[in-house]
């Protein structure tokens, strides 16, 4: 089975049909979050889910679960995408609400700091989003400067030793362009892979030339 593409931070009607033309199997939007440069309102949101043909995942973070049952009400995603601080209660909570699927979002390093007890430590938090019912887990960056959309790669080598120690589908995500794409999936052998930064112009634009390539080089079409 060829791994998975999720293309993130889309922003505009045209750019969300090029992702998919371009074989993307998940379009991303980030949805009402403060402070995000690539963040949209829920009625914009509708509309560049509306084009979609690709599965389509909403990214938020910081809401309570009504919020967050309300903006999949009115947006009915394939996914919903919690990529904050949220709490497997919270996870539980919304799987008795909404009928769509839930992703955590995981920090991860840039660089392999973390000692055996903390590793241990991050898998049992990890445990206990599954418990709850969570479907999916996104594996991303965080850096001082923020978590997720920082275009920093994380560790890879922690990356793959937790896709190898958990049973549910695992997102690599982080810093991935299309020259290093292939290279990234070689080593944690992800379920999927998640691209926004990595494959715009300028922050929010996506290049349709990028896109292409990133697709074809994640599925093993074409090597980097």
Do not use: Y
């Amino acid at each position: 089975m060829s791994v998975k593409v999720k293309i993130c931070g889309l922003t505009r009607i045209e750019d969300v049909q090029m992702a998919c033309n371009a074989g993307a199997d998940f379009c991303g939007i980030v949805v009402e979050v403060s402070g995000a440069k690539r963040s949209q309102e829920r009625e914009k949101a509708k509309l560049l889910f509306e084009v979609a043909k690709a599965e389509t995942v909403i990214v938020t973070r910081s809401k309570t679960t009504k919020e967050l049952v309300e903006l999949v009400k009115f947006l009915s995603p394939f996914a919903i995408q919690l990529h904050g601080d949220e709490k497997p209660e919270l996870v539980a909570d919304m799987k008795a609400k909404v009928d769509c699927r839930i992703w955590k979002a995981i920090p991860l390093p840039a660089e392999m700091k973390l000692k055996k007890e903390e590793i241990q430590s991050l898998l049992l938090q990890i445990q206990n989003f599954l418990k709850a019912g969570c479907d999916a887990l996104v594996l991303d960056t965080a850096t001082a400067h923020g978590f997720g959309g920082t275009g920093v790669t994380s560790c890879w080598e922690l990356a793959a030793e937790l896709v190898r120690q958990l049973d549910v589908p695992c997102f690599l995500a982080g810093g991935l362009t299309p020259e290093n794409v292939s290279e990234a999936i070689k080593i944690v052998k992800p379920f999927g892979v998640d691209v926004s930064s990595g494959v715009e112009l300028s922050l929010g634009i996506k290049d349709a030339q990028k896109m292409k390539i990133f697709c074809m080089r994640a599925k093993g079409m074409e090597k980097g």
